[in-house]
């Protein structure tokens, strides 16, 4: 999920907003990830996840759920009408986590999606 947000924050922050979530905990960046990120550009300021039960709330804030890796709805019972929610399976992620290749999958990924979204809108910085 922080890797998703990273990409999507700097590809795309002037059409959308990324946030992420884990069940069951909060994650920090970890100093893996975070050398990552600085390898390719990308930021690791603000990408701690929440913890998914404590913004159950606020799920009707969100215009699109992206369930990494799962279902969404083994962690959403209701998805609100005027939201979206989609499963994306990532490459890279099991049995040894490949950052260089979920880096492709999520930018391949986001880019569809944020053209199907925003169209003719998208800008990217």
Known sequence: ??????IGRKNYSEVAEFTSATPG?????SAELGAFLADRGLSDEDL???QLEAMKH?????????CLN???RDYVQEVPFHTSAINWDVEGMAPAADRTTQ???L??????????VAGEHLSRD
């Open 1 to 6: 999920g922080q890797l998703a947000v990273a």
């Open 25 to 29: 905990r909060s994650d920090l960046v």
């Open 48 to 50: 701690a996840t929440e």
């Open 70 to 72: 799962g279902h969404y």
């Open 58 to 66: 606020d799920i009707a804030d969100f215009n699109l759920l992206v």
């Open 103 to 105: 880096y492709r999958s």
């Open 107 to 116: 930018g391949s990924q986001l880019d569809e999606l944020m053209e199907l």
